[in-house]
């Protein structure tokens, strides 16, 4: 089923009756749309192009890409380019190697993204085995493109910010400790992080 709305519904309601505060922030706010992307090389291809760089700027890559490496749903033709057709494309030199890792890891099986461990450390473990993918993006992958719901991003920013409003005093906690509150909301992490991702965004009342 994945993380969908009803899913979410769901899992905000468990969260509600083990913790008030979160029943109060969603008075609030309401439910979070659902972030759901497609399993497979592109979705993690297009994480690597994204990074650090605008959503327009990406998209102009992606374009870009298209036209030095045609189809991008397959490995197969990322690995039959060069780095120099990629940094031609607008990728940088760490990029373009990025690219091309994860063409191999998918490519030889090393990476099977469409059989990948049911247990979440493993698979994070195993996504994050790729030059340039560190455990935040194996954890977005889970949780979008898996629909995972107990996966946790204690790394994002946005979710720290939210989680020192509601559940500390202000200040932001660290990865270490985000991890250590989020315990309580197993096995509904995922959706807690959907929740707490929609509080940052939502417009001051």
């Known amino acids: 089923m994945g993380l969908n709305a009803d899913r979410i519904a769901a899992g905000l309601e468990r969260l509600k009756q083990s913790d008030a505060r979160f029943a109060e922030a969603a008075a609030l706010h309401g439910l979070p749309e659902p972030r759901i992307r497609a399993p497979g090389y592109e979705t993690l291809l297009r994480a690597i192009v994204s990074q650090q760089v605008s959503t327009a700027a990406a998209a102009s890559i992606w374009r870009k890409l298209e036209t030095q490496v045609g189809d991008l749903h397959d490995p197969l033709k990322m ?32 990476l099977p993204l ?13 996504i994050s085995s790729v030059r340039g993918i560190g455990r935040w993006s194996a954890e977005i992958y889970l949780l979008f ?53 929609h509080c940052y965004n939502a417009p001051p009342l």
């Open 145 to 197: 493109a898996e629909g995972r719901g107990d996966v946790f991003p204690a790394g994002d920013l946005a979710v720290q910010v939210q989680a020192g409003k509601m559940f500390g005093d202000g200040s932001r906690p660290s990865e270490k400790t985000l991890r250590e509150m989020a315990e309580a909301w197993r096995p509904e992490r995922g959706v807690a992080a959907l929740f707490l991702w």
């Open 79 to 110: 690995l039959a380019v060069d780095a120099d057709a990629l940094r031609a494309a607008g990728l940088s030199r760490m990029k373009a190697s990025y690219a091309l890792s994860l063409a191999g890891h998918v490519t030889d099986g090393s």
């Open 114 to 126: 469409h059989a990948l461990p049911e247990d979440d450390e493993e698979a994070i473990r195993l």
